[in-house]
Each structure stands twice: as structure tokens, then as C-alpha cells.
Nanobody, 123 residues
Framework: QVQLVESGGGLVQAGGSLRLSCVASGGTFSNYAMGWFRQATGKEREFVAG????????YYADPEKGRFTISRDNAKTTVYLQMNSLKLEDTGVYYC????????????????WGQGTQVTVSS
């Protein structure tokens, strides 16, 4: 299994942008579909975006379509989440996750998780 480490979170004003990164190690990165999830305080973890092993797809939750872009660089064993036009409701801890097979929207379908990175959007 891979180990995942996220970075790039922080405090940003509404309407701003952030780029999250997730670096994988200890496994064959290109064997895994990747997903980004968000968990706000007091809420369940929710799917944000997913991408297949080769970079195909990608898949987005409806609120993120047109604002977020997921991408991956298999040579760098890294998956990214570019977040634009950020809203207050985008605040939360963002996790990247890996699974064999195709991307899925259910968190329980992922095998490996990072520790998360906090994103806070202010007004």
C-alpha cells in the first residue's frame, strides 16, 4: 500500500484559489486511482474529485464542477487539486485517498488515506 502526504492547505479569502498536493510513496502510484475528499467540522466526509490510474476521467462532485480540477503526475507520484473560486462552504480538512481499480465516490471504497490538510475559506 502507498503512504500519502497532503500539503498546500491554508487560509484563503472567498473567491481565491489554492492548490493541494498529495505525494505518494511506498507503492506503485500508477496502480491506484486517486480521490480527494473533504470533511467539514461536524459533517461527514464527502467526495470532491477522483481520477483514474492513467489520469482519465476525471470525476467531480456537483458543487465542485467548474471550480476544481484534479490532475496527477505519475512520474512525480503526485495528485493535485486546483481549487478556484473558493466558497465558505469549501472549508474543511482535505484528504487524498488511493484505491485499486476505478475511482469511486464512496470513501469506504478507498484503501489508503493521507493525514489531511486544512483549508479555511474566510469572508
Amino acid at each position: 500500500q502507498v503512504q500519502l502526504v497532503e500539503s498546500g492547505g491554508g487560509l484563503v479569502q472567498a473567491g481565491g484559489s489554492l492548490r493541494l498536493s498529495c505525494v505518494a510513496s511506498g507503492g506503485t502510484f500508477s496502480n491506484y486511482a486517486m480521490g480527494w475528499f473533504r470533511q467539514a467540522t461536524g459533517k461527514e466526509r464527502e467526495f470532491v474529485a477522483g481520477i483514474s490510474k492513467s489520469g482519465g476521467g476525471p470525476y467531480y462532485a456537483d458543487p465542485e464542477k467548474g471550480r476544481f480540477t484534479i490532475s496527477r503526475d505519475n512520474a512525480k507520484t503526485t495528485v493535485y487539486l486546483q481549487m478556484n473560486s473558493l466558497k465558505l462552504e469549501d472549508t474543511g480538512v482535505y484528504y487524498c485517498a488511493a484505491r485499486s481499480g476505478r475511482p469511486r465516490t464512496g470513501g469506504h471504497e478507498y484503501d489508503c488515506w493521507g493525514q489531511g490538510t486544512q483549508v479555511t475559506v474566510s469572508s
